[in-house]
């Protein structure tokens, strides 16, 4: 018996340690990234990896007021905010109307949507920048929202239609009997009830939208997103790293209080959505 259990602990210390380093992977790189921001230019050139003896919150002002970071993380705000609403109404209705509904054409509309999630972004750049010229929303705010719910729909349908389709068609059934439009068994059924799985895709396209760069390089050429603005502090020949940390550390700071007060939402949401998937 003692052997046994002597046996178990040996593979419990030999699955952790490759876990450990695999933790630490994950964490270090924030580490220099908020230790690095917090040092002068010459305190990093001196000692690169040491901790700061000296912080200073001087790059975090430099960073927000002089590099214009403020006007950018309004930019990603505003179209962030407004694609991930989008999103999650128009994946909703379609999840439900394919899931739920019976009409002509419902499999072919699905197989459709299923296929445009195999094509790669780079491949319609190209169509996709002569369109958005065309339609004269390039530079502009709306015309990114539009763009980024054009590449991020199918995605989202594609997860709320296969929650829907697990959801009890009787629940449907019994709201027509009761006389209810398509409109409220949306609005006083189906929204409710798939909660749990909007939270996981306003989360995943709130990621996908936040730390976007090339859809928005293309649309927001002279208004930059924050993630466009930090890749611009980079220099040509030499980088100010604590600055450049600093603007990493300002754009991932919405995240993580997102994520740290809707983690149990999080959480619950991906795992419903892991099951009903």
Known sequence: MAAVQTREKRILWLISIPMALLALSAVYPVFFAVNAALKTRKG????????????TFANFAQAWNQSRLSEYFTNSV???????LVLLVVASMAGFALAILRFRGRKAIFITILVSLMIPVQVVLVPFYRTMIGLNLIDSRPGLIIAY???????????MTAFYARLPRELFEAAQIDGASLLKVWWHIMLPMGKPALVTLGILNTLYCWNDVLISLLVLQDQRTLMVGIAALRGEYTTNVPLLAAGICLAAAPIVILYVIFQRQIVNGIAVGAVKG
């Open 78 to 84: 505003i179209v962030t905010v407004g694609a991930v």
């Open 149 to 159: 719910t054009a590449f991020f729909l199918p995605f989202s349908v594609y997860l």
């Open 44 to 55: 990093y050139v001196l000692d690169r990896f040491g901790l700061t003896t000296d912080p």
